[in-house]
């Protein structure tokens, strides 16, 4: 193992399941030419299991599903980041709708992809989300786009108002954080200076008195954590 190899855990309560995406990735290993290498350093079948190995396993990345079990992927990925919060968390679920999505991006998860993925997306997944950045898969994105276009339209309770006075670009770059863009992503978009971006962000959090872009994203969706 390298310093550039990236740990995985893999936590799926179908063992077929399981041992599919461990080969795929152990494959991955014998390919030249790799940005980094991806082990497999431990496997659950629930969370309680999950929880009982992970600190001992310590992996960098954990493949995780919504129902499971015992204890599901939303409630172990709570647990998960308060007794190893360097451990990023990726949903890998047949789980599409809203509610699912947004209880496990509140629990932390920094990825979110329906189990029909291809093998190369989930890798990419892994990496970026390795290296701190965010993603939703597109379809997953669609759902927060409709939900953020219905959000004008809903009540805002009393204690939301902060959301009001947010301006309609803050708004938009909102809406990008909620979708998992980098700052330089938004920047372009936008097209706008990634400077220009963060502060948005800055003065974002201080609105709406979060201190993170998933409470930020959270708060606009009505989803207040």
Known sequence: MTSDTIRVFLCDDHTLFRDGIKKLLQLEEMLPDIEEEIEVVGEASNGVELLKDVKKASPDVILMDIS???????????????????????ILTVHEDEPHIFEAIKAGA???????????????????????????????????????????????????????DLTEREKEVLRLIALGGTNKEIAARLDIAEKTVKNHISKIFQTLHVNTRTKAALYALGKKP
């Open 110 to 164: 920094m990825g979110y992809l329906l189990k029909d993925v291809s093998i190369n997306e989930l890798l990419e997944a892994i990496r970026m989300v390795y290296k701190g950045e965010a993603l939703i898969q597109p379809v997953i994105a669609t759902k927060l786009l409709k939900e953020f276009a219905l959000l004008d339209k809903r009540k805002v309770d009393d204690g939301d108002n902060f959301y009001n």
């Open 68 to 90: 499971m079990p015992q204890m599901d992927g939303v409630t172990a990925s709570h647990r998960i980041k308060k007794i190893l919060p360097s451990a990023k968390i990726i």
